[in-house]
């Protein structure tokens, strides 16, 4: 109402259904960044913020797909040397694999054995011995060719054998490691290279 005008024009935008500037402005300062933002919706007016404006949008990367990278790489090759054998390993170890050499060897001789005896293969030796070492239906020789061919004997025998070896083994084996590890000692160990299985 006065002659600048002031009142008038607080009045003509309340009357247009707007919020004069002023008010607005006291609105602003009083409320929190997220009810500053819808006001300024309402006022239509829209304030970028310049940190969005300088960041360029980040790269698009396309990752490869699984299946082509496992097909496009090449196995890993790994070179490591042995340095120690451990002696106590290395005798449980050769004393098992010795012992299933013993159960196969004696599992294959009572085979074996059976399938000749059952083909008449040991009768026709000790035939053949014996005409050899009789003369004029007499024996010359004090010694019987039969029982060689027991098999209790042969059964036996190989029982006594594959004990050995069990014991030769396993001693040769843990003597086999200790020796090892002071031979790597002085001038290294094997070489080994590892592949990865394609």
Sequence with gaps: MSAQGGPAKATSTRENGQKPETEVLDMIGDKTDTEQEQVEEQNET?????SLTSEAPPPVVELPK????AAARLPRK??????????WSAMKFSFVVSLVCFV????AVAVLYGVL??????ESIVQTVNQ????????????????WF??????????????VNVVLITALSTLGAVIYNIAADLVGGVEVTFSEAE
Excluded: M
Aim: charged residues 20%; proline residues 5%.
């Design 46 to 50: 829209v304030r970028i913020r310049p």
């Design 66 to 69: 699984k299946k082509a990278a």
């Design 78 to 87: 790994a070179h490591l040397v042995l340095r120690r054998v451990e002696p």
């Design 104 to 107: 196969v060897l004696f599992v």
């Design 117 to 122: 005896s059952a083909l008449g293969v040991f």
């Design 132 to 147: 050899l070492t009789q003369a004029d239906g007499q024996t010359t020789g004090s010694f019987d060719v039969s029982s």
């Design 150 to 163: 027991e098999p209790v004997r042969i059964l036996g025998y190989t029982a006594l054998i594959g004990a």
